[in-house]
Nanobody, 121 residues
Framework: QVQLVESGGGLVQAGGSLRLSCAAS??????AGWFRQAPGKEREFVAT????????YYADSVKGRFAISRDNVKNTVYLQMNSLKPEDTAIYYC????????????????WGQGTQVTVSS
């Protein structure tokens, strides 16, 4: 079992930065991902990282602007978001799964409650 709690969301102007955190409890043996869901749209993949940070993937829409990382001592996964755009506005969810990274939403077993990110133009 893995419990996930996101934090760090908020309101920021276009071009600004935010760092999201996902604090995990219950286990350290998981691969992690960030997903987001904008109003009226389906939840979509943002980034994923393996448990030892050796494998990382990003959605094309955030590549070069976002960076996923993790601190296994603190059992926390981060999403550094730079050069934010209004289209990045969404609820951001942290997710975890055993045995391998994935860009597919339905592969993830554990989910946080989400944190709102709003980017104003």
């Amino acid at each position: 079992q893995v419990q996930l709690v996101e934090s760090g969301g908020g309101l920021v102007q276009a071009g600004g930065s935010l760092r999201l955190s996902c604090a995990a409890s219950g286990s350290t043996f998981f691969d992690a991902g960030w997903f987001r869901q904008a109003p009226g749209k389906e939840r979509e993949f943002v980034a994923t990282i393996s448990r030892r940070s050796g494998t990382i993937y990003y959605a094309d829409s955030v590549k070069g602007r976002f960076a996923i990382s993790r601190d296994n001592v603190k059992n926390t996964v981060y999403l550094q978001m730079n050069s934010l755009k209004p289209e990045d506005t969404a609820i951001y969810y942290c997710a975890a799964k055993p045995w391998g990274v994935s860009t597919t939403l339905h592969d993830y077993k554990y989910w946080g409650q989400g944190t709102q990110v709003t980017v104003s133009s």
